[in-house]
């Protein structure tokens, strides 16, 4: 949303030296120059950051996202290839099919998402205390109201991949925090799938679109961090409430109901959560029965499909391709995702083949974080563009501060 600003040039009376006139007045002038020109460089600073609160939104936690579960998966396959190394120097069996991760690398990606996230959330925090009519403009938004789930789930992820050993499921302080976690996704659950239930037959219909998966995904995250504690019939029920949903959704979004068409070019990119949700049904599902039994396969399975169906048929993002957006970091975490569904899949049947996609899905989840974080880093002036389909409509010219006008 962008900020609409009169830009009005301050003019001040030229002093210009009469002839014969004295040098105060020269002085004067400079002086009454430099005084401008300074409050000028404070006014444009403060429009400038006024103009950042209100064109950031809940929609850039996608950075959040990607990153924690980029952790997750690295801490996922430091366990996986230990457990090789360990059962292969203890047998004459073939060497390990991963090479062994660094731990540090694995910290240093932790403590980057973790900073991300703070980030954002500071950006975030002022954004509502400074521009709230805007962040519940953004609530009712049928799209960036389901962001509002991502910097919880980022930080459920983050509590499960912690390399804290306080932070150890069975420990007290990792349940506190999954409680600090988990409610605010349970409040949003209750208010999104409360107008899903009340606002007329037709009123998913028409706000239904692939973001909304990840209301789905918060309840399923959620339901993992639960079963890793031990606490069964809590992540079962969590995990029934997104399962329900999920069914819902996916069936209103392949039937393409009026309104579930209604996304944007620039958007497409979110088209991956499609496959993210069955993956991350699949690893809460494996997490809760303690193995990764045929309802998992079955979940990965059909992840799979999806992301089949979608990779081939790239006319579909090419539109969303052609300038950078924040939007493109909605790849990598499904990708992520599925790299972790496909690391537990191979894990439970063990085969060459299992291994080499487990291997595939997991580089290419790594590259494509990798040319993200390039792009951003050399983008950074296209973060905030001026045309973001999250715009809400302008706000009063009388929310300005007037020392920003």
Known sequence: MEL???????SSSSLKPHDGGSTSNNNTAASSKKATSSH???????????????RFHAGYFRISLALSGQALLWRTLISDSAAVVSSSSS??????????????AFLLLWSLALLALLALAALYAARCLLRFPAV???????????????????CLLLLQSAPFLFLRPS???YHLLWWAFSLPILALDVKVYGQWFTRGRKFLSMVANPASHITVIGNLVTARAAARMGWHDGAVAIFAVGAAHYLVLFVTLYQRFLGSDSLPAVLRPVFFLFFAAPSM?????????????????MLFFLSLFLFASLVSRPTLFKRAMRRFSVAWWAYSFPLTLLALAS??????VRQAAANALMLALAVLSVAVTLALMLFTGLRTAELLPHDD???CPQLPQLLVPPNVR
């Open 91 to 104: 047998s004459s069996g073939h060497g390990p099919l991963l090479p062994l991760l660094p731990s540090v």
């Open 4 to 10: 609409v600003v009169e830009t009005t040039a301050s």
């Open 136 to 154: 519940r403009a953004e609530f009712r938004h049928h799209v960036a109201m389901n962001y509002l789930f991502a910097p919880w789930i980022s």
């Open 171 to 173: 420990a007290p302080p």
């Open 281 to 297: 049904a699949s690893l809460a599902w494996g997490a809760i029965s303690a193995s990764f039994d045929t309802c998992c396969k």
């Open 389 to 391: 389909p999250f715009d």
């Open 40 to 54: 000028g460089s404070n006014n444009l600073l403060r429009r400038w950051e006024w103009d950042m609160l209100t």
């Open 343 to 348: 690391a537990e899949y191979a894990r439970e």
